[in-house]
T-cell receptor
Framework: DVKVTQSSRYLVKRTGEKVFLECVQD?????MFWYRQDPGLGLRLIYF???????EKGDIPEGYSVSREKKERFSLILESASTNQTSMYLCASSPGLAGVGEQYFGPGTRLTVT | GDSVTQMEGPVTLSEEAFLTINCTYT??????LFWYVQYPGEGLQLLLK?????DKGSNKGFEATYRKETTSFHLEKGSVQVSDSAVYFC????????????FGDGTTLTVKP
């Protein structure tokens, strides 16, 4: 079974802190994605990556950056956390060509910024 | 661009009732279609998929048929259980959108005993 793990299930950070959310997949998938999920707004794509060292902006990249130094790991970075980044963050991976196909999700990290 | 429209929730049903959650889509080309389910406190997991017109995806008693003529992919289950209570997302993925998936807003289903 594909397994996508995220470094924390719950995280509390202070405004202005630099925050790292880590995601690891164990099935050699090419494509990885970061979403945030907010009530009433559904899933919104932050960044995605089709290959090591590649990254593409999603629909809401402002205030975030990403890093993909190894195929299995995709990190989301909040350079200076703000309260409006309080959210559920979901990582996903997929094996499809150019990202097409079903995605496999991690359990999510619920981030609270105070 | 691509879009997915889901039946608005929340939906509340009694155990053993019939379930339909409507999903329609707009996309260029021939996308693959998916239903994902999210149980409380968890990430999304794939429930079923269909990759071409008239395909029927099925899993755990749930079914959905890819209808190109009506651009729909409605989710159905003949007899729901309390354990089916979750949020259901319809989604599509296709090469014309650089492989990014487009998700509906999700429909919350609550099944009462």
């Amino acid at each position: 079974d594909v397994k996508v793990t995220q470094s924390s299930r719950y995280l509390v950070k202070r405004t202005g802190e630099k925050v790292f959310l880590e995601c690891v997949q164990d099935m050699d998938h090419e494509n990885m994605f970061w979403y945030r999920q907010d009530p009433g707004l559904g899933l919104r794509l932050i960044y995605f990556s089709y290959d090591v060292k590649m990254k593409e902006k999603g629909d809401i990249p402002e205030g975030y950056s990403v890093s993909r130094e190894k195929k299995e790991r995709f990190s989301l970075i909040l350079e200076s956390a703000s309260t409006n980044q309080t959210s559920m963050y979901l990582c996903a991976s997929s094996p499809g060509l150019a990202g097409v196909g079903e995605q496999y999700f991690g359990p999510g990290t619920r981030l609270t910024v105070t | 661009g691509d879009s997915v429209t889901q039946m608005e929730g929340p939906v509340t049903l009694s155990e053993e009732a019939f379930l339909t959650i409507n999903c329609t889509y707009t996309a260029t080309g021939y996308p693959s279609l998916f239903w994902y389910v999210q149980y409380p406190g968890e990430g999304l997991q794939l429930l079923l998929k269909a990759t071409k017109a008239d395909d029927k995806g099925s899993n755990k008693g749930f079914e959905a048929t890819y209808r190109k003529e009506t651009t729909s992919f409605h989710l159905e289950k003949g007899s729901v259980q309390v354990s089916d209570s979750a949020v259901y997302f319809c989604a599509l993925s296709g090469y014309t959108n650089a492989g990014k998936s487009t998700f509906g807003d999700g429909t919350t289903l609550t099944v009462k005993p």
